[in-house]
Nanobody
Framework: QVQLVESGGGLVQAGGSLRLSCAAS????????MGWYRQAPGKQRDLVAS???????NYAESVKGRFTISRDNAKNTVYLQMNSMKPEDTAVYYC???????????????WGQGTQVTVFS
């Protein structure tokens, strides 16, 4: 199986910074795209940022210029550096990875358990 474990969430004042990490482990052959999503209470889960295995990135308009996604392929880990945070960034943040498992041809999406991020003014 494949497990994604997130860390780095917490409470931060508006204007502050947090860094999220998500490490993938298990029977992994390769990882394609990795990404961060967030879900606020009563709202749908939305893409925050994604990164391909080659390093190409994509961001939601609301976080461009403030958040940076990166990955360490040797560690099967994706990061989200969040700066200039706003109260509207408050949500549960989930990582997702498209993983090809050992001995299995097709890749599948796996999700982390989520980590709470709360920004207070």
């Amino acid at each position: 199986q494949v497990q994604l474990v997130e860390s780095g969430g917490g409470l931060v004042q508006a204007g502050g910074s947090l860094r999220l990490s998500c490490a993938a482990s298990g029977s992994i052959f390769s990882i394609n795209a990795m990404g961060w999503y967030r879900q606020a209470p009563g709202k749908q889960r939305d893409l925050v940022a994604s990164i391909t295995s080659g390093g190409s990135t994509n961001y939601a308009e609301s976080v461009k210029g403030r958040f940076t996604i990166s990955r360490d392929n040797a560690k099967n880990t994706v990061y989200l550096q969040m700066n200039s945070m706003k109260p509207e960034d408050t949500a549960v943040y989930y990582c997702k990875a498209n993983v090809r498992r050992l001995a299995i041809v097709l890749a599948s999406d796996y999700w982390g358990q989520g980590t709470q991020v709360t920004v207070f003014s």
